[in-house]
């Protein structure tokens, strides 16, 4: 399995994760998974999600961190 | 919990443009008459310049963005279907423009009938805008802060456009309503409700919202946002007694009420300032200047109107309520609509452009759509024409420099607006350029 690329947006003045993630998604290979580090509930980048054929889940860690796994449906 | 957000929902990029784009031309307008007026526009609060000038700021210009936007915000963030938002954006938006034209043309030219259409036009855009808002609102199964502090700003804008076609069809047809209400009472009344009841009100719920997400601040302290709008709606309620005939005379009591609302905005201005202190990153963008800008003025709002009050003196000024009035308008409201608009359009734009181009042909990156050289240009002008239109207050003299400059950062501002509208229809048709050739080949 590789490595995930990972994108840490939690310092990150929005929309500049959303946009980080979607310049990410179109190089992602089948199997490999993208995840985002954020300070909030990523709403619009659901819904990029959505519609462009992607699945997606999120866990909030302890310190209030919401850990998205993005990966090709 | 803050409510979720809901793309799906948004409506067509065109009904929040055509407000965001008409609104900064009547400031352009607003700038030139008092350019044009010079000092005899700041005599005082009841100067007919000054009552149009006022007019078409807080109609042409802050009711068309603060329109445009709730038809945005309400469909996403509320995730409330808006029943035909292009129909009603076709009917309303001509409608309220329209309406602004005539109220300040009636106030310059003191012609009666110019009053009664401004009131009919008014009842029957601003009727139907409502409507669809209060329908929206009350059935989104959405909870949270923002959403209650936007049915309050709804109700606000209710008792404003009541009080306002009223006070419009009195003008119209010189029939005193004296026998029941002072003209003068009525149009405190009026002036409380649309500043603290709709536009202070929907700043304080967008604000909830957004300061913490788009600024990185801390999220406003619980206690606040269930005291300052409960307060605030209190206080305007307690404010809107002096229509009652028994107590329409009770100007200490009065005065009490409006100080406590005072201090509730000021107490609202110093903890976002706070929080805005606290934010995880340093860099300040331009929406953040503007905002700074915005609480600051509101403090200097609190602080005027208390010395105003302890100065009777300076208090009975005719040119008092005018520092008053600049500070909110060009100073609180214009400020946080700016930033806002500079925050708005280029995310509107690059969601709008995402949808349609999908993974294929991706949106342009969002700095790009207004540049950042241009926003601060552009905000260093207002700031400097809100400084003259200060000054012009005290010395009257400064009208048609302080008129030009607001002109002229309105003018920026279109400017601006029109440059990232641009930039949507030009990735748009390559989006679609892109589609028809995919298509035949």
Excluded at chain 2, 336 to 358: A, C, D, E, S, T
Aim: net charge positive.
């Amino acid at each position: 399995m590789p490595e995930p690329r990972v994108i840490d947006g939690r310092g990150m003045e929005p929309p500049e994760p959303l946009e980080l993630a979607v310049a990410e998604l179109g190089k992602l290979a089948p199997g490999e998974e993208l995840v985002m580090l954020l300070h909030c509930e990523p709403l619009p980048l659901y819904f990029v999600l959505d519609r462009n054929g992607y699945g997606y889940r999120s866990e909030l860690r302890a310190d209030g961190t919401n850990e998205i796994h993005i990966h090709k449906i | 919990m803050q409510p979720a957000l809901s793309f799906e929902q948004a409506p067509p990029i065109s009904v929040p443009y055509r407000f965001f784009l008409t609104a900064p031309l009547f400031g352009v307008v607003a700038g030139l008459l008092l350019a044009l007026l010079g000092p005899a526009a700041l005599e005082s609060r009841w100067a007919p310049g000054a009552l149009a000038m006022t007019h078409l700021i807080v109609v042409d210009f802050m009711l068309q963005v603060m329109c445009g936007a709730l038809l945005q915000f309400v469909a996403v963030v509320a995730g409330a279907n808006i029943w035909r938002p292009r129909l009603v954006a076709t009917l309303v938006h001509p409608l309220i423009t329209a309406g602004a034209v005539l109220l300040a043309s009636a106030f310059l030219l003191e012609q009666q009938v110019l009053f009664l259409l401004a009131a009919l036009t008014f009842a029957v855009s601003l009727g139907l805008f409502l409507t669809v808002m209060a329908m929206s609102l009350l059935r989104t199964p959405a909870r949270g802060m923002s959403i209650y502090v936007l049915r309050l700003a709804v109700l606000g804008l209710l008792v404003t456009v009541v009080l306002g076609v009223i006070l419009a069809s009195t003008l119209g047809m010189h029939e005193n309503l004296q026998s029941v209400w002072s003209l003068l009472t009525l149009i405190n009344v009026h002036v409380a409700w649309g500043l603290g009841g709709w536009a202070l009100m929907l700043v304080i719920g967008v604000s909830f919202l957004v300061v913490p997400m788009f600024q990185l601040t801390p999220a406003y302290p619980v206690w606040l946002t269930r005291l300052v709008p409960a307060g605030l709606l209190l206080v305007l309620c307690l404010w809107s007694l002096q229509l009652l005939p028994g107590l329409a005379g009770a100007q200490a009591w009065q005065s009490a009420v409006a100080s406590v609302g005072i201090l509730l905005a000021g107490l609202y201005a110093a903890v976002t300032l706070w929080l805005q202190s606290k934010r995880r990153r340093r860099q300040a963008d331009v929406t953040l200047v503007f905002w700074r800008g915005a609480m600051l003025a509101l403090l200097a709002v609190a602080a005027s109107w208390l010395a105003l009050e302890a100065l009777p003196q300076l208090g009975s000024h005719a040119r008092a309520p005018l520092w008053l009035g600049v500070l909110a308008l060009p100073g609180v409201f214009l400020s946080v609509i700016i930033g806002m608009l500079y925050k708005i359009m280029p995310f509107l734009n690059w969601l709008h452009l995402q949808r349609l181009g999908g993974m294929a042909t991706p949106p342009p990156n969002m700095k790009q759509m207004i540049p950042e050289s241009a926003m601060r240009g552009q905000m260093r002008l207002h700031f400097a024409a809100l400084l003259l239109l200060l000054a012009a207050v005290l010395w009257p003299a400064l009208a048609t420099p302080a008129g030009l400059a607001f002109s002229a950062s309105c003018l920026w501002l279109e400017w601006n607006l029109v440059g990232a509208a641009r930039v949507y229809a030009r990735f748009r048709d390559k989006i679609r350029a892109a589609a028809a050739v995919a298509s035949t080949s």
